[in-house]
Nanobody, 114 residues
């Protein structure tokens, strides 16, 4: 059974940085990524990365967040810099393979204080 285990969330002041990690079990995923859900809002895409390193970012995080992955460890990272209060949300790891349903982690809370 596939498991995605996130870590690295916490409380940080505006302008600060955090690094999220998501370790996945099983074989490599074609796409891994991060989504977030703020209170009262829908879950939204933050960033994705393919197995060959192609990345995609939401406009709201471009230039501040960097997604990366270590295929040998089956782990995806999200480096978050210049954090803003509006980045406060539960961040979810997502992993997908072709012809399979997407897998989700349980989420890690990021709180940015002003």
């Amino acid at each position: 059974q596939v498991q995605l285990v996130e870590s690295g969330g916490g409380l940080v002041q505006a302008g600060g940085s955090l690094r999220l990690s998501c370790a996945a079990s099983g074989s490599i995923f074609s796409i891994m990524g991060w989504y977030r859900q703020a209170p009262g809002k829908q879950r939204e895409l933050v960033a994705t990365i393919t197995s060959d390193g192609t990345t995609n970012y939401a406009d709201s995080v471009k230039g501040r967040f960097t997604i990366s992955r270590d295929n040998a460890k089956n782990t995806v990272y999200l480096q978050m810099n210049s954090l803003k209060p509006e980045d406060t949300a539960v961040y979810y790891c997502n992993a997908r393979r072709v012809f399979e349903v997407p897998y989700w982690g349980k989420g890690t809370l990021v709180t940015v204080s002003s």
